[in-house]
C-alpha cells in the first residue's frame, strides 16, 4: 500500500509540474506529431476523396486506352469493373500493409517504418501520375494498390509513434493528430478535385502528383527528430539514446521519472520480449484489452460513415440544388469533419475516452434513427431533405467528435511495450477487412431495405456504446501499465503483490553502460 501511495503522489506531483507553467508540447513534439501525421494519415484521409471529382475522366481514360489497343470501345461491364478494382484494390494494399506492419517495426522502429513508408506514397504517385501519360491503366490500379499499403502501414505505425513519444497528460491530444489529418486530407481532396481546380480533364493527373508532396515534407523533416525513446529502451536496451529521446521531445533535462515509468512497464512484464500474433490471441492477461480494440476498431468502420456518402448526393438533388453546386456543398462535409476532429482533440484530456467513443456512437444512432424517418417522409415534405442533410452533417460531426481517431490510441494505450505490434497489426486487419466489407455489402444492403438501411448502423452504434460502457475502463492520464492492471479483474488476472514488485524493482541496476541489467538472472530483463 505504501508503494501505491508513493506511486499515486508520484504521478499527482509530475502532473503538477508538468500543469504549472511547464512547457507541455515542444517544438520537437508537435513537429513530430504533425509531420508524421501529414506523411501518414492525411495521405490516407486524402486519398479516400480524390477518386471522386475525376471518376468520370479516369473511366474516360480506360476507354480511350482500351481503344488504341484493342481497335474497339471497351464494354461497359469491363469499365465498370476496371473502376471497381480501382477503388476496391485500396482496401486490399491497406490490409497487406496492416500484415506487414509488426515485421517492418521490429526491423526499423516506429520512426524508421515511418520513413520507409514514404517510398510507398513517392511510387504510388509516380505510377498514378503517369499512367495516362504512359497509356496504361495498369499502372493507375497498382499505383492505387501501393498506396494502400502505404495507409495500411501508417495507421499502425503513426498512432504507435505518437502514443509512445507523448506525456501521458497530452498523450490523447497528441494521438489526436492522426484523427485531425485524415479530415484535413479528405477536405483537402475535395476542394483540389473542384472544377476550377485540378477536377478537370486535363489536370486530373495531378491530384495524384499532389501524393508526393507530404512524403517529401515528412522525409525532409522527421530524420532530424528522435526516435520513440520507449522504443530505445525496451527493444533496443540504448538507455543513453532514450534519455535524449526524452529530453527532446519533453524539453527538460531531469526525465529520470519517465525512465522509471518505462523500466517499471518492464519489470511488470519480466523478460521484455516482442510477442508474435498467435502468442497475443493465445494470452489470457491481455484477452479483454485484445476484444475491446477489435470490438472498438470493427465499429470505427461498420458504423455506417462510409456509407453515408452513397446518399449524399442524392439528398442534395432531392432538396433541389444542381448539379453543378454539388461539389462546393459537399466540402461542408470535410469541413465539418476536420472541426470536429480539432474539437475532440482540445477536450479529449478533460473528458476523456471513454465518454467521447460513448458520446459519439450514441449521436450516431440517433442521427442514423431521424434520417431514415426523414428520408422516408422526404417526397412528400417538400423541406425534409434539408432536414436529412442536416443529419448527414451531424453523423459526420458524432464520429469525428470521437469514434474517428480514438480506437487507434486505444489500441496503443490499451497494450504495454512487448504487444503492442501484434495488436496494432490485429486492429489494422479488422480495421481494413471490416472496410472492405462495407464496401462488398452496402449496396446489397441498401437494395434490399431501400431507405431503412441506416438502421442496421444503428444497431452497431448501440451495441458499441454498450459494450463500451460497461468494459472500458477510462484511460485519461493513466500510465501503460495502469491501464493493463485496470483490466486485470477482468482477465481473472492477479495484480503483482508489494513483494513481488519490491523483489522486481531490486533485481535491476544499471550496468556500466548505463543500461539496466538484471542481476539475479543470466537474461537481461530489457
Same mark, same amino acid.
Given at each position: 500500500?505504501?508503494?501505491?501511495?508513493?506511486?499515486?503522489?508520484?504521478?499527482?506531483?509530475?502532473?503538477?509540474?508538468?500543469?504549472?507553467?511547464?512547457?507541455?508540447?515542444?517544438?520537437?513534439?508537435?513537429?513530430?506529431?504533425?509531420?508524421?501525421?501529414?506523411?501518414?494519415?492525411?495521405?490516407?484521409?486524402?486519398?479516400?476523396?480524390?477518386?471522386?471529382?475525376?471518376?468520370?475522366?479516369?473511366?474516360?481514360?480506360?476507354?480511350?486506352?482500351?481503344?488504341?489497343?484493342?481497335?474497339?470501345?471497351?464494354?461497359?461491364?469491363?469499365?465498370? &469493373?476496371?473502376?471497381?478494382?480501382?477503388?476496391?484494390?485500396?482496401?486490399?494494399?491497406?490490409?497487406?500493409?496492416?500484415?506487414?506492419?509488426?515485421?517492418?517495426?521490429?526491423?526499423?522502429?516506429?520512426?524508421?517504418?515511418?520513413?520507409?513508408?514514404?517510398?510507398?506514397?513517392?511510387?504510388?504517385?509516380?505510377? &498514378?501520375?503517369?499512367?495516362?501519360?504512359?497509356?496504361?491503366?495498369?499502372?493507375?490500379?497498382?499505383?492505387?494498390?501501393?498506396?494502400?499499403?502505404?495507409?495500411?502501414?501508417?495507421?499502425?505505425?503513426?498512432?504507435?509513434?505518437?502514443?509512445?513519444?507523448?506525456?501521458?497528460?497530452?498523450?490523447?491530444?497528441?494521438?489526436?493528430?492522426?484523427?485531425?489529418?485524415?479530415?484535413?486530407?479528405?477536405?483537402?481532396?475535395?476542394?483540389?478535385? &473542384?472544377?476550377?481546380? &485540378?477536377?478537370?480533364?486535363?489536370?486530373?493527373?495531378?491530384?495524384?502528383?499532389?501524393?508526393?508532396?507530404?512524403?517529401?515534407?515528412?522525409?525532409?523533416?522527421?530524420?532530424?527528430? =528522435?526516435?520513440?525513446?520507449?522504443?530505445?529502451?525496451?527493444?533496443?536496451?540504448?538507455?543513453?539514446?532514450?534519455?535524449?529521446?526524452?529530453?527532446?521531445?519533453?524539453?527538460?533535462?531531469?526525465?529520470?521519472?519517465?525512465?522509471?515509468?518505462?523500466?517499471?512497464?518492464?519489470?511488470?512484464?519480466?523478460?521484455?520480449?516482442?510477442?508474435?500474433?498467435?502468442?497475443?490471441?493465445?494470452? =489470457?492477461?491481455?484477452?479483454?484489452?485484445?476484444?475491446?480494440?477489435?470490438?472498438?476498431?470493427?465499429?470505427?468502420?461498420? /458504423?455506417?460513415?462510409?456509407?453515408?456518402?452513397?446518399?449524399?448526393?442524392?439528398?442534395?438533388?432531392?432538396?433541389?440544388?444542381?448539379?453543378?453546386?454539388?461539389?462546393?456543398?459537399?466540402?461542408?462535409?470535410?469541413?465539418?469533419?476536420?472541426?470536429?476532429?480539432?474539437?475532440?482533440?482540445?477536450?479529449?484530456?478533460?473528458?476523456?475516452?471513454?465518454?467521447?467513443?460513448?458520446?459519439?456512437?450514441?449521436?450516431?444512432?440517433?442521427?442514423?434513427?431521424?434520417?431514415?424517418?426523414?428520408?422516408?417522409?422526404?417526397?412528400?415534405?417538400?423541406?425534409?431533405?434539408?432536414?436529412?442533410?442536416? /443529419?448527414?452533417?451531424?453523423?459526420?460531426?458524432?464520429?469525428?467528435?470521437?469514434?474517428?481517431?480514438?480506437?487507434?490510441?486505444?489500441?496503443?494505450?490499451?497494450?504495454?511495450?512487448?504487444?503492442?505490434?501484434?495488436?496494432?497489426?490485429?486492429?489494422?486487419?479488422?480495421?481494413?477487412?471490416?472496410?472492405?466489407?462495407?464496401?462488398?455489402?452496402?449496396?446489397?444492403?441498401?437494395?434490399?431495405?431501400?431507405?431503412?438501411?441506416?438502421?442496421?448502423?444503428?444497431?452497431? /452504434?448501440?451495441?458499441?456504446?454498450?459494450?463500451?460502457?460497461?468494459?472500458?475502463?477510462?484511460?485519461?492520464?493513466?500510465?501503460?501499465?495502469?491501464?493493463?492492471?485496470?483490466?486485470?479483474?477482468?482477465?481473472?488476472?492477479?495484480?503483482?503483490?508489494?513483494?513481488?514488485?519490491?523483489?522486481?524493482?531490486?533485481?535491476?541496476?544499471?550496468?556500466?553502460?548505463?543500461?539496466?541489467?538484471?542481476?539475479?538472472?543470466?537474461?537481461?530483463?530489457?
Amino acid at each position: 500500500m505504501g508503494k501505491q501511495n508513493d506511486d499515486q503522489a508520484d504521478h499527482k506531483m509530475g502532473n503538477f509540474e508538468e500543469n504549472a507553467g511547464k512547457q507541455t508540447v515542444t517544438g520537437c513534439l508537435f513537429s513530430a506529431a504533425f509531420f508524421g501525421a501529414l506523411g501518414s494519415s492525411f495521405l490516407y484521409g486524402y486519398n479516400l476523396s480524390v477518386v471522386n471529382a475525376p471518376a468520370v475522366y479516369i473511366k474516360a481514360f480506360y476507354n480511350k486506352t482500351w481503344m488504341e489497343r484493342y481497335g474497339e470501345p471497351i464494354p461497359a461491364e469491363r469499365v465498370t &469493373l476496371f473502376w471497381s478494382i480501382t477503388v476496391s484494390i485500396f482496401s486490399i494494399g491497406g490490409l497487406i500493409g496492416a500484415l506487414a506492419v509488426s515485421f517492418i517495426i521490429k526491423a526499423l522502429g516506429r520512426k524508421g517504418t515511418l520513413l520507409l513508408n514514404n517510398g510507398f506514397a513517392i511510387i504510388a504517385a509516380l505510377l &498514378l501520375s503517369l499512367g495516362e501519360k504512359s497509356r496504361s491503366f495498369e499502372m493507375l490500379i497498382i499505383g492505387r494498390l501501393i498506396m494502400g499499403v502505404d495507409s495500411g502501414i501508417a495507421l499502425s505505425a503513426l498512432p504507435m509513434y505518437l502514443g509512445e513519444i507523448s506525456p501521458r497528460h497530452i498523450r490523447g491530444s497528441i494521438g489526436q493528430f492522426n484523427s485531425i489529418l485524415i479530415c484535413l486530407g479528405v477536405f483537402t481532396g475535395q476542394v483540389l478535385g &473542384l472544377p476550377q481546380l &485540378l477536377g478537370q480533364e486535363s489536370r486530373w493527373n495531378f491530384l495524384f502528383s499532389f501524393l508526393a508532396l507530404p512524403a517529401v515534407l515528412q522525409l525532409c523533416v522527421l530524420p532530424f527528430l =528522435p526516435e520513440s525513446p520507449r522504443y530505445l529502451l525496451l527493444e533496443k536496451r540504448d538507455e543513453a539514446g532514450a534519455e535524449k529521446a526524452f529530453q527532446r521531445f519533453l524539453g527538460k533535462k531531469d526525465v529520470s521519472q519517465e525512465l522509471e515509468e518505462v523500466h517499471a512497464e518492464a519489470r511488470a512484464q519480466d523478460n521484455l520480449h516482442i510477442v508474435s500474433v498467435l502468442q497475443l490471441l493465445k494470452n =489470457p492477461a491481455v484477452r479483454w484489452q485484445l476484444i475491446t480494440v477489435i470490438i472498438t476498431m470493427a465499429c470505427y468502420q461498420l /458504423c455506417g460513415l462510409n456509407a453515408i456518402w452513397y446518399y449524399t448526393n442524392g439528398i442534395l438533388r432531392a432538396a433541389g440544388f444542381a448539379d453543378n453546386l454539388l461539389p462546393y456543398i459537399t466540402l461542408s462535409t470535410g469541413a465539418i469533419e476536420t472541426l470536429a476532429a480539432i474539437v475532440s482533440g482540445l477536450v479529449i484530456e478533460r473528458i476523456g475516452r471513454k465518454p467521447l467513443l460513448i458520446f459519439g456512437f450514441s449521436s450516431m444512432a440517433v442521427f442514423f434513427s431521424l434520417l431514415t424517418v426523414f428520408l422516408n417522409f422526404q417526397d412528400s415534405v417538400s423541406w425534409m431533405p434539408y432536414l436529412s442533410y442536416i /443529419c448527414i452533417l451531424a453523423v459526420i460531426a458524432s464520429f469525428c467528435s470521437g469514434p474517428g481517431g480514438i480506437p487507434f490510441i486505444l489500441t496503443g494505450e490499451l497494450f504495454e511495450q512487448s504487444y503492442r505490434p501484434a495488436a496494432f497489426m490485429i486492429a489494422g486487419t479488422v480495421n481494413w477487412l471490416s472496410n472492405f466489407t462495407v464496401g462488398l455489402l452496402f449496396p446489397f444492403i441498401q437494395d434490399l431495405l431501400q431507405d431503412f438501411a441506416f438502421l442496421v448502423f444503428v444497431g452497431v /452504434c448501440t451495441l458499441g456504446s454498450i459494450y463500451l460502457y460497461v468494459v472500458l475502463p477510462e484511460t485519461k492520464n493513466k500510465t501503460f501499465m495502469d491501464i493493463s492492471q485496470s483490466f486485470a479483474k477482468i482477465n481473472k488476472m492477479p495484480n503483482p503483490s508489494l513483494g513481488q514488485e519490491m523483489e522486481l524493482i531490486l533485481s535491476i541496476k544499471p550496468d556500466s553502460n548505463g543500461k539496466a541489467q538484471d542481476v539475479t538472472k543470466t537474461e537481461s530483463s530489457f
